[in-house]
């Protein structure tokens, strides 16, 4: 039976670059409720204060979560 885990991640805004990272969900919320600091896909650590709605995407949280995302639906499929 495929389990396919649902897509565990959120967003968290970094003040200095104005972008929304990609990281996991769990830590996020955390982040939000203690202060602590969450690593993004990129590497990049932020602590999330607020809603990253408005703001762009990091480009390279994009791409790894896109990566991720494909090996999550296509496992041992054709890289793209
Ligand atoms: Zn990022």
């Known amino acids: 039976m495929t389990n396919l885990s649902p ?10 670059t104005r972008l929304a990272h990609i990281g996991r969900k769990a830590e996020i919320t955390r982040g939000y409720v ?5 690593r993004a896909l990129c590497g990049k650590v932020t602590v999330p204060t ?3 709605e408005r703001l762009p995407d990091c ?3 994009r791409r790894l979560f ?7 639906l296509h496992p041992g499929g054709r890289p793209r």
């Open 50 to 52: 607020r809603d990253p």
């Open 7 to 16: 897509v565990v991640a959120e967003r968290s805004v970094d003040e200095t």
């Open 34 to 38: 203690e202060g602590t600091p969450v």
């Open 59 to 61: 480009p390279e949280c």
């Open 66 to 72: 896109g990566m991720r995302l494909d090996r999550m």
